[in-house]
């Protein structure tokens, strides 16, 4: 089982960059998911989560408006979209796969996701 993440690069502030999670060995369809990030010196912390269906999205008051975070069932993969990128932005993005099957709310909490990718870099230029 594993999650990859990819699309980090360095961009310059006010630019985009679209990140995925690939899922393989199993199907995530029907667990949440969640992106995090950790910039460096600093503790991992809570991006984005969307829903089991996609029906339901949660985000930090930080990237709120500007990022937007979505699945695709039928690749097994989840993407976050981050527009207006700030230098505060840069960080190792993670993405996360909730341990509850089809959990009813959004969590943020890392100890609430078990199956982690290996990060990809975002870099944001001022």
């Known amino acids: 089982v594993q999650l990859v993440e990819s699309g980090g690069g360095l961009v310059q502030a006010g630019g985009s960059l679209r990140l995925s999670c690939a899922a393989s060995?199993?199907?995530?369809?029907?667990?949440?998911m969640g992106w995090f990030r950790q910039a460096a010196g600093k503790e991992r912390e809570f991006v984005a989560a969307i829903s089991w269906s996609g029906g339901s999205t949660y985000y930090a008051d930080s990237v709120k408006g500007r990022f937007t975070i979505s699945r695709d069932h039928a690749k097994n993969t989840v993407y976050l979209q981050m527009n207006s990128l700030k230098p505060e932005d840069t960080a190792v993005y993670y993405c996360?796969?909730?341990?509850?099957?089809?959990?009813?709310?959004?969590?943020?909490?890392?100890?609430?996701?078990?199956?982690w990718g290996q990060g990809t870099q975002v870099a944001v230029s001022s």
């Open positions: 996360a796969a909730d341990k509850i099957l089809r959990r009813q709310i959004l969590v943020t909490q890392e100890y609430e996701y078990d199956y």
């Open positions: 060995g199993r199907t995530f369809s029907p667990y949440a």
